[in-house]
């Protein structure tokens, strides 16, 4: 008999009732239901799992995609006093199998594990033998090709249900279209689930977009106007410092947040945003998944993600407590021109792949009907100049021979060495004059990486830096190693050499047999993400809050009344005279540049209130320009 799920919640999680179908949700898990999960960012997810599962006897296994937020879980549930583990990549033998056993006899009510990991046979055998209760798949949308983040080994979750036929399984997401939640039903053999939508609505969540070609100078006005904490989200690791230093020296604390940084400089980050110590994270994409701090008021997007999915996702992280939140979106036209640019290049034409396929079959020489599973040394740049291509569509080339199942880099590709110093310029050259052996190799790495090597971990590579040197990698690698040990730097040194394994025998190039049809879908796919964002961006007629819910399969929202565009439309009904007032404030725009006030006193007399207000909402619009010496000018 199952416990009470009210006295769970109340122990463990100390709150009295549920959120919305939270226990409608728990109870079609209790009844051993398959069921289907579409709750919105901050809408108790986790709850919906981790209550049937502290109900009843035996462990649930969670299929997680992030390791990051699986440690977060686990860490969160042995503070409510409840046994939990987790398998990652990179975890010893021995330390999978301790973990293994206390799950089978050692009392352990929640397993996460990676889905990389469901495919080893350790992790097998163990969990045919274990008291499943309950088969959670977090980030469920990750095991659909419709959905933004799709992960190959999801694929392996039905197979599971083979040893335990007779427990149900519960997917979860917060961003699924319709395409992806059929998807995610056929993937996963969910058996007549039932499926539970929470509305993509955010009540209390005011979205805007603007386009500005002084973003910088908007993010402020907005950390100006909305006191609390925020995350201000970019695309480059270099701009997450640059533009924490400019917020600093604007007199608002700030930490900058990416996933160059150290483990123990990202627990400090987060530590410090959590505990209020700095108010604003200036952060990329590995920032916030499962960071639980409910008081964020303002999420700030200085570049557009990839698609409407992360983007919802990301914004959702303000105003979780239920308050008053603002995610705004800044653009600027060419920022829109270069995702799609970026976009077209990520998908070379079919000769580039046949051209790169038979370039590397050329490179490690490699007969037409041999090399299966061999693994062969891959110098990236080396190869690209020897066969003159171009390195970005390149790049692109192998990750689509990759997806089609012909070759495979290894890990190490994706983790070159990487070093930073650790002391100031001033202090490094004090050391080269006193250390002249080590001179050329201090002054190749400043002229090849920059200053960039002082701030933050700067991928490196010690043949590259060889030949500069006049010596061999081997060399650089021991005078790295002289100055780590001396605490002149940190050198992370690159665990493995990178390899290109092909993983058939290697065909004619000319007959390769790419799949075309699929590259043109997964090409057409993105294209209609991407388009959708910009759609977003651009749309200023219709409420924000209507498209994005829409976008996720919901057609009968009511504007929100407190996005961008719904806040313009009161105010336009609020003055009868506003398109007036714009006809007049634009053509005094055409002849002079006056302050806000000589304009208020040109136009009227009666209502400056109102004047001052269309010359904002004008500016919020881009239809005139505030400048910095307190005058007005046309957009």
Not at 87 to 110: E, H, P, Q
Not at 212 to 219: F, G, L, V
Not at 348 to 365: C, D, G, H, I, W
Not at 373 to 399: S, V
């Amino acid at each position: 008999m199952p416990a009470d799920i009210h006295a769970i919640l109340k122990n463990h999680w100390g709150h009295d009732s549920f959120r919305p179908l939270q226990e409608d949700i728990i109870r079609s898990v209790l009844d051993g239901r398959d069921t289907l999960a579409l709750l919105p960012t901050g809408g108790g997810k986790s709850v919906c799992f981790q209550v049937p599962a502290l109900a009843t006897e035996g462990v649930c296994v969670v299929v997680s995609p992030l390791i990051a937020l699986m440690k977060d879980q686990v860490e969160n549930l042995k503070k409510r006093g409840i046994e939990a583990a987790a398998l990652y990549s990179g975890m010893t033998r021995r330390a999978i199998d301790i973990t293994l056993d206390n799950c089978r006899f050692g009392g352990v009510k929640f397993l996460y594990v990676s889905p990389e990991r469901l495919r080893t046979d350790i992790f097998i055998e163990r969990f045919r033998g274990m008291n499943v209760n309950l088969l959670a798949v977090d980030e469920a949308h990750c095991i659909s090709q419709w959905g933004y983040d799709f992960r190959p080994p999801y694929l392996e979750i039905a197979k599971l249900r083979e040893w335990v036929p007779q427990i149900p399984i519960i997917a979860l997401t917060a961003t699924a279209t319709p395409a992806v939640r059929n998807d995610i039903v056929d993937k996963l053999a969910l058996r007549q689930p039932n499926v539970f939508a929470g509305s993509f609505a955010r009540a209390n969540l005011s979205y805007s977009v603007f386009e500005r070609e002084d973003k910088e100078r908007k993010m402020l006005e907005i950390l100006q106007n909305v006191p609390g904490s925020s995350v201000v989200y970019v695309r480059s690791r270099k701009r997450t410092q640059e533009i924490a230093e400019w917020l600093n020296r604007q007199g608002i604390r700030a930490g900058h947040y990416h996933a160059g940084l150290t483990t123990e400089e990202r627990a400090a980050r987060q530590d410090d945003w959590l505990r209020g110590r700095t108010r604003v994270v200036v952060a990329t994409n590995a920032f916030g998944m499962g960071i639980d701090k409910p008081d964020v008021r303002t999420v700030i997007h200085m570049d557009m993600p990839a698609n409407l999915e992360n983007y919802y996702q990301e914004a959702g992280r303000a105003g979780r407590d239920g308050a008053k939140a603002y995610a705004v979106a800044l653009y600027h036209t060419t920022d829109l021109e270069n995702m799609q640019a970026a976009l077209a290049q990520s998908y070379p034409s079919v000769e580039m792949l046949r051209q790169v396929y038979q370039a590397l079959a050329n490179y490690f020489q490699v007969a037409v009907g041999s090399g299966l599973l061999a693994g062969h040394d891959f110098d990236f740049e080396a190869f690209c100049q020897t066969y003159k291509l171009p390195a970005q569509e390149t790049f692109h080339a192998i990750r689509r021979l990759e997806e089609e199942g012909f070759v495979q880099l290894t890990e190490a590709f994706h983790n070159p060495s990487r070093i930073r110093f650790l002391v100031d310029k001033q202090a490094l050259y004090a050391f080269q004059v006193a250390n002249a052996a080590y001179d050329p190799l201090v002054k190749t790495v400043l002229r090849m990486y920059g200053g960039d090597v002082f701030n933050d971990f700067v991928a490196i590579s010690e043949q590259k830096l060889a030949p500069y040197l006049q010596t061999d990698a081997l060399t650089v690698e021991r005078l790295l190693t002289h100055l780590h040990q001396t605490n002149l730097l940190l050198y992370e040194k690159q665990k493995d050499k990178p390899q290109l394994v092909f993983t058939t025998i290697r065909h004619d190039a000319a007959r390769l047999p790419l799949d075309v049809p699929q590259l043109n879908w997964r090409k057409n796919r993105d294209t209609e993400k991407l388009e959708a964002l910009v759609r977003y961006a651009t749309d200023c007629r219709r409420c924000r809050t209507r498209q994005l819910t829409e976008y996720f399969g919901e057609t009968d929202t009511p504007d929100c009344g407190i996005c961008d565009v719904c806040v313009q439309k009161k105010r336009q009904r609020k003055t009868p005279d506003y398109e007036a007032y714009r006809r007049k404030i634009l053509a005094a725009l055409e002849i002079a540049t006056p302050t806000v006030p000589e304009l208020v006193r040109h136009l009227t007399a009666n209502d400056p209130d109102t004047v001052v207000e269309i010359i904002r909402e004008m500016a919020d619009q881009n239809q005139l320009r505030l400048l910095a010496d307190g005058r007005v000018g046309k957009a």
